[in-house]
T-cell receptor, first 111, second 108 residues
Framework: NAGVTQTPKFRILKIGQSMTLQCTQDMNHNYMYWYRQDPGMGLKLIYYSVGAGITDKGEVPNGYNVSRSTTEDFPLRLELAAPSQTSVYFC??????????FGPGTRLLVL | DAKTTQPTSMDCAEGRAANLPCNHSTISGNEYVYWYRQIHSQGPQYIIHGLKNNETNEMASLIITEDRKSSTLILPHATLRDTAVYYCIVGTDYKLSFGAGTTVTVRA
C-alpha cells in the first residue's frame, strides 16, 4: 500500500490565484482530514470528512473548500490565495476514529 | 478539548531512556491521551494512546497517573532516529488538536 499520497510536493502561487491540493489514500479509510502547519507551530485542522459525500469544518476553514466524492480522494481547494495561506498542508486518513495516517505534506508559498 | 502542557525541548543521550512529560490537568473522564511525533517536517506519526491504564507497544510506553492529570511517554532506548517533535494530545474523537510539542534531540 502507498498509504496517503499528496500532490504537489511544493508550489508557489501568486496572490489571488487558485489551486487544488490533491490527497489520495489506498487503505479504504472512511475518515479523512486536512491540516495546515505554520513554521514552528503545531498542526491545525482545516476540514475533515467521515465518509464520501460528508464534509465538515475544522478549526481554520476560512479560505478553503473541500469535496469528498469517493472514499479514496479528498482534495483541498484554495480559491483566492493569500500570503496568510503560506504553510505546509498535511492530509491524513483513519479507519473510523482510530490512528491517523499522514501524508508527506505539500509546501505552499503564496507571494 | 482539554489542553496539554509540554516542555519546549529536551535532550537525551543515545541508548538511554527518554521520558517525555505531559500535563493535562483539565482532561475529561472519557478523553484519551495520544502521542504522535514528527520527524523533520514529515507527516506526523502515531506512537501510542491510552485512556486510564498504562500502555506499551513496540515503539514506546505510556504511563498515565491515577488522577489522569499527567502522563509520561517513555522511549526505552533512544536512537538518533528518534530526534523529532513529540506531540501530546487529549481528546475524545478524531479531531486532534496539536500544540507546539516537545522538540527532542537525541545526542550520540
Amino acid at each position: 500500500n502507498a498509504g496517503v499520497t499528496q500532490t504537489p510536493k511544493f508550489r508557489i502561487l501568486k496572490i489571488g490565484q487558485s489551486m487544488t491540493l490533491q490527497c489520495t489514500q489506498d487503505m479504504n479509510h472512511n475518515y479523512m482530514y486536512w491540516y495546515r502547519q505554520d513554521p514552528g507551530m503545531g498542526l491545525k485542522l482545516i476540514y475533515y470528512s467521515v465518509g464520501a459525500g460528508i464534509t465538515d469544518k475544522g478549526e481554520v476553514p476560512n479560505g478553503y473548500n473541500v469535496s469528498r466524492s469517493t472514499t479514496e480522494d479528498f482534495p483541498l481547494r484554495l480559491e483566492l490565495a493569500a500570503p496568510s495561506q503560506t504553510s505546509v498542508y498535511f492530509c491524513a486518513s483513519s479507519y473510523l476514529d482510530e490512528t491517523q495516517y499522514f501524508g508527506p505534506g505539500t509546501r505552499l508559498l503564496v507571494l | 478539548d482539554a489542553k496539554t502542557t509540554q516542555p519546549t525541548s529536551m535532550d537525551c543521550a543515545e541508548g538511554r531512556a527518554a521520558n517525555l512529560p505531559c500535563n493535562h490537568s483539565t482532561i475529561s473522564g472519557n478523553e484519551y491521551v495520544y502521542w504522535y511525533r514528527q520527524i523533520h517536517s514529515q507527516g506526523p506519526q502515531y506512537i501510542i494512546h491510552g485512556l486510564k491504564n498504562n500502555e506499551t507497544n513496540e515503539m514506546a510506553s505510556l504511563i498515565i497517573t491515577e488522577d489522569r492529570k499527567s502522563s509520561t511517554l517513555i522511549l526505552p532506548h533512544a536512537t538518533l532516529r528518534d530526534t523529532a517533535v513529540y506531540y501530546c494530545i487529549v481528546g475524545t474523537d478524531y479531531k486532534l488538536s496539536f500544540g507546539a510539542g516537545t522538540t527532542v534531540t537525541v545526542r550520540a
